[in-house]
């Protein structure tokens, strides 16, 4: 199972970045794909979805900021955030969006937003 994220970084207040993820064909081919976070000391809350059709969901916190997209024939999806708040400090994850069905994290990625 492959599951690695990257692009995550430092940014200030209004800042942008794009995370992008690579998922083995296992998860990725039959299944919509998230984008989680994991901030200190909770638990990880999905933010964005995507299914294999591209039908896109978000939870409120990010609505109109992030937005996800997939590209089925490279295994990958990713996340461009924009006007980052520093609640959206938290290490980010990919993985199925069927949360219930998760056994394994792969890499995240840490994002950080200063005040």
């Known amino acids: 199972v492959q599951l690695q994220a990257c692009g995550g970084g430092l940014v200030t207040t209004g800042g942008s970045l794009t995370l992008s993820c690579t998922a083995s064909?296992?998860?990725?081919?039959?299944?919509?794909m998230g984008w989680y976070r994991q901030a200190p000391g909770k638990q990880h809350e999905l933010v964005a979805s995507i299914t294999v059709s591209g039908f896109t969901t978000y939870a409120d916190s990010v609505a109109g900021r992030f937005t996800i997209s997939r590209d089925n024939a490279k295994n990958m999806i990713h996340l461009h955030m924009n006007t980052l708040k520093p609640e959206d400090t938290a290490v980010y994850y990919c993985?199925?969006?069927?949360?219930?069905?998760?056994?394994?994290w792969g890499q995240g990625t840490q994002v950080t937003v200063s005040s």
């Open positions: 064909s296992g998860i990725f081919d039959t299944n919509p």
């Open positions: 993985n199925t969006a069927r949360s219930w069905t998760i056994e394994y």
